[in-house]
């Protein structure tokens, strides 16, 4: 399931409106096949496994991180049908498919075709590798990561503005990295006008990968109509094509997607500098006392990236979300 | 060497005008004998660990942090007298005294007495170990450290002044455990008068190791004579009694003594919390361009305090200081 859930990865920010999902065969201990959700969402992962094995799929054990899928589309066959007919021993899910046209029936009619089959297997990573697709499926909107790049201190540019650099070659390299795991990114009015910034992937071979740009602007239009999209506020994320947005900047937008309470993790790029009396990386975000502001936010990650330190924290699961307004 | 530095660690902030020394003497690969400087001072950690081990340190070897003093004071004998007095068999130090009656002097007259000796062995602990009496040595000024406490964001409280509670009791008791190493803490004028700070050491068992207070504070007299002292700017330091000084606050303070770079260590206590639009940890300390913040600090330590984050810096070794004005 390790292996099928780093397959899963490969996909992420590309699939939708599929999850990215990863797919291992194995038979008599060795691999025969494995998949990841294409780009678009299809082939499917279990498709492209099955494929790969060919007749050796026969008899064998499919490890997927997401329950095989019941439901024909005009997109391609159903996968639990593809698993009956390649006669597979044993498929092993992750978790279960929440989208009601599966919701158990994958792994039923696998059953009902004499397929051993088991579930509740690494749950946890399951879910955070299909973190965009739940979200958009129980909320209706992106999965939002916030970037914030910072001094010690809590600045992302002195006083004066400047902001080149704070953080070192290795991690803005991370951050083309992440970009090339989303399908938009966005930027605040003031830091498109002032910057023009690419937003692109400039990471060897991930080049094609560069998100769709994305500004938040209260007054519309920006004056080319068509790139880049255009939101007016955050709830507006609703209309964005993709299930993972990235918001890299700058403090307005980052602090109106707080308030807003959509952001459910945080990039944190830490430089170990001081610079004091700078620009902060956050304005107002509505918060009413210091207790509303524990308990929000839990580490999950932290890396050394060269001089620089990354910590990734997710939105604490008793976390509470505002209703849609 | 181990033991004797956990054993000098013992004495930090309390053996002013002397350094913080450890030493174990092992007879037969049995510990024998335990010292470290005694508060004030005197005696020295050889002195102990002899006292301790009596006849049992004839032909033991004794381990100790700084080479043993050659010189008699009225306060007490030369250790270098006192071991080979005491016909120890040899002597390791983990490094030379750079204090000019010793400087070699006293690894030479116990040599010359027929002990083995040994020097330079983990060498950069050892220094650590004796920052303040290094610095005050070097530079005439205790080492100073910098206590930081910010949310992820880098505010120390909300636009309102809010404060309490950024971070948790773990990370709060650990900064009563610093104040225990200190012997002067400073606060500046407006968080004394704002808060009249306690500033003490509220551990069970250390409560006797409050540190001296001292406010910064431009316009003299605060009103009570005697407590706290009241300096007038961060070079003033150098008449402040002991070796080590915690600056705790605000953000005033720690910006003064920033700009002065007159920071050696850095404690950043930071809460996973975001604030937005608080009040900063830090005013302007003079920077004049990113690049120049660069290089001025390395992680030395970190470690989770609870659901806080501690990170120690200390001046980078290539860092410049300012020369005193």
């Known amino acids: 399931m390790g292996a099928a859930l780093a397959l899963a990865a490969r996909g992420r920010g590309r699939t939708s409106p599929n999850p990215p999902v990863g797919c291992v065969i194995v038979s008599d201990g060795a691999v025969v096949g494995r998949g990841w959700t294409q780009p678009s969402g299809r082939p499917h992962a ?14 064998a054990t499919a490890y997927v991180t997401l329950e095989p899928c019941a439901h024909v589309s005009p997109r391609g066959p159903a996968c639990a049908d593809l698993l009956v007919a390649a006669r597979v021993g044993r498929v092993v899910a992750a978790v279960g498919d929440p989208d009601p046209r599966t919701n158990g029936a994958g792994l039923a009619r696998l059953a009902a075709a ?13 879910r955070a590798a299909m973190a965009g697709f739940l979200t958009r499926l129980a909320k209706g909107r992106p999965h939002v990561t916030l970037k914030l790049a910072t001094s010690l201190d809590g600045c992302i540019a002195r006083a004066s503005g400047e902001s080149r650099w704070i953080t ?12 090339s795991r989303h399908e938009a990114i966005l930027v605040g009015r003031g830091t498109w006008e002032a910057d023009h910034p690419r937003l692109d992937v400039r990471l060897p071979g991930l080049e094609p990968r560069a998100p769709r740009r994305v500004v938040l602007s209260g ?35 980052a602090s109106a997607f707080l308030t807003a309470d959509l952001v459910d993790r945080l990039l944190l790029y830490r430089a170990p500098i001081l610079i004091g009396g700078g620009r902060p990386a956050l304005g107002d975000i509505g918060l009413e006392s210091l207790a509303d502001a524990h308990g929000r936010w839990t580490l999950v990650d932290s890396r050394q990236l060269g001089s620089d330190r990354l910590e990734v924290y997710e939105r604490s699961q008793c976390s509470r979300e505002s209703s849609p307004t």
């Open 46 to 59: 279990e498709a492209m496994a099955l494929a790969e094995a060919g007749e050796r799929a026969r008899g």
């Open 114 to 126: 004499g397929i051993a089959t088991a579930s509740g297997v690494r749950v946890d990573e399951a």
């Open 168 to 179: 070192g070659p290795e991690a803005r390299a991370h951050v083309h990295l992440e970009r």
């Open 219 to 253: 007054t519309l239009p920006l004056g080319r109509a068509d790139e880049p999209a255009v939101i007016d506020s955050p709830p507006a994320i609703t209309s964005l094509p993709g299930d993972h947005l990235f918001v890299e900047g700058g403090a307005g937008a």
